[in-house]
C-alpha cells in the first residue's frame, strides 16, 4: 500500500471512531443538553494539514473544517471548494483587522469575535460583499493574560453590541479553556454565558476533551489531532 493510501485509509478510520464517540455521548447527553437541541456539528480542524489529507474526509462527505490562519485557508481551499460544493468553512483562529477582508471572502463562520474593533470592521465588510457570515464570540473563559477572547463579565454586553450597534449574526460563544486543568467547569461557565446572552450554540472541545464538551451541552466540537494526527508544525 502507497503511503498516501495508508494516510487515507487511517483519515477514514479515524472519522469512523470520532463519528461513533460523538454518536455515543449524544445518546448519553442527549439533545437536552445543548440548547440549539440541535445535531452535534463536527468542525474538522485542518490547519497546518496538507490537501491530501483533507481531501479523503471530503470524498467520504464531511463538509464542516477550521483552519486557524486565513493566509494558509486562502493557499489550501479556493481549489478545494471548486471540487467539493457545500463546504462550511469556519476560521478558528485569531482575526487581524487588516486581514478581515480576506477572511470575509473564505470563511462561512468566523469563531473567534472577540472585541470592537473586530466587529466593526467584520460588519463593514460583510455589509459590502453581501455574504452571509455567522460569528460566535470567543471568550477568554479562563482569564488567561495570554490568551485571546472577550472577558467573561464583558461577554453578554458584547453579544449585544455587536447585535444590534453592527448588525452581526451571533449564534454563539466558542472558547479554549487554560491547559492542562479540568475542562469541564469552564465549559459549564460558557454554556452559562450563552444562555443570558441569549445564543443557541456553543464551540467548545477538541481532541482531547469532546465528550466533556458535549456533556455541558456543546454544539460544535473542533477536533483536529484526532481525524487528522500529528500536526506539521506545532502550534
Ligand atoms: C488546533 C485547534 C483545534 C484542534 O485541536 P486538536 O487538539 O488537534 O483537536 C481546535 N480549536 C482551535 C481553536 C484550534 O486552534
Redesign the pocket.
Known amino acids: 500500500m502507497s503511503f498516501a493510501q495508508q494516510s487515507e485509509q487511517t483519515i477514514a478510520q479515524n472519522y469512523d471512531l470520532i463519528l461513533d464517540r460523538v454518536k455515543k455521548s449524544r445518546d448519553r447527553f442527549g439533545p437536552a443538553g445543548n440548547q440549539a437541541q440541535q445535531d452535534t456539528t463536527i468542525v474538522a ?1 485542518s ?1 497546518t494539514q496538507p490537501v491530501e489529507k483533507i481531501k479523503p474526509l471530503l470524498d467520504l462527505g464531511h463538509r464542516v473544517f ?1 483552519e ?1 490562519r486565513v493566509q494558509e485557508a486562502l493557499g489550501k481551499w479556493p481549489a478545494l471548494l471548486e471540487k467539493y460544493p457545500g463546504v462550511q468553512l469556519h476560521l ?2 485569531p482575526l487581524q483587522t487588516n486581514k478581515v477582508r480576506d477572511a470575509v471572502k473564505i470563511f462561512d463562520v468566523i ?1 473567534s469575535l472577540d472585541r470592537e474593533k473586530l466587529a466593526l470592521a467584520l460588519s463593514r465588510e460583510i455589509k459590502s460583499r453581501e455574504r452571509d457570515i455567522r460569528c460566535f464570540v470567543q471568550v477568554n473563559i479562563g482569564r488567561e493574560e495570554q490568551k485571546a477572547g472577550i472577558d467573561p463579565d464583558g461577554a453578554v454586553k458584547f453579544v449585544e453590541r455587536c447585535r444590534e450597534e453592527h448588525g452581526l449574526d451571533i449564534v454563539g460563544l466558542m472558547c ?1 479553556p487554560p491547559l492542562g486543568e479540568a475542562a469541564g467547569p469552564y465549559f459549564a461557565q460558557l454554556a452559562i454565558l450563552a444562555e443570558r446572552a441569549g445564543v443557541k450554540c456553543l464551540s467548545m472541545g ?3 476533551d469532546f465528550e466533556t464538551a458535549m456533556e455541558m451541552g456543546a454544539t460544535h466540537v ?5 481525524l487528522f494526527g500529528a ?1 506539521q508544525v506545532s ?1
Open positions: 480542524v490547519k477550521g486557524n478558528v483562529g469563531q479554549i477538541m481532541s482531547g473542533r477536533i483536529g489531532t484526532a500536526r502550534r
